[in-house]
């Protein structure tokens, strides 16, 4: 069992920085895959970056590239999404999740743990 626990979420005007942590739990955090996904209201759940767990493979959803990078740091177990340049259409509800399988993909239904999520929104 892991959980993983969101934060940072909040309100930012257009082209505002955001960064957002998750903090996860286990022994074998370090050899999980890690993603990031978000959902707006009234739409599905999409991709917006995921990292292996070498950090070899890092992939990002195209509406995010050169905008966010992901990050993590294995020895506090944590996994930070930093975004910047922010845009309205960027409000959603964030979550983290972990694949055990170890290896980055953007299929929502390849991740096993998920976050509560945390709140991201980005004023006009």
């Known amino acids: 069992q892991v959980d993983l626990v969101e934060s940072g979420g909040g309100l930012m005007s257009t082209g505002g920085s955001l960064r957002l942590s998750c903090r996860g739990s286990?022994?074998?955090?370090?050899?999980?895959?890690m993603g990031w996904f978000r959902q707006a209201p009234g739409k599905e759940r999409e991709f917006v970056a995921a990292?292996?767990?070498?950090?070899?493979?890092?992939h990002y959803a195209d509406s995010v590239k050169g905008r966010f990078t992901f990050l993590r740091d294995n020895a506090v177990k944590t996994v930070y999404l930093q975004m910047n340049s922010l845009k309205p259409e960027d409000t959603a509800l964030y979550y983290c999740?972990?694949?055990?399988?170890?290896?980055?993909?953007?299929?929502?239904?390849?991740?096993?743990?998920w976050g509560q999520g945390t709140q991201v929104t980005v004023s006009s």
């Open positions: 999740a972990a694949d055990p399988e170890g290896m980055a993909t953007i299929r929502a239904s390849e991740f096993t743990y």
């Open positions: 286990g022994p074998n955090f370090s050899a999980y895959a």
């Open positions: 990292q292996s767990w070498t950090g070899a493979a890092v």
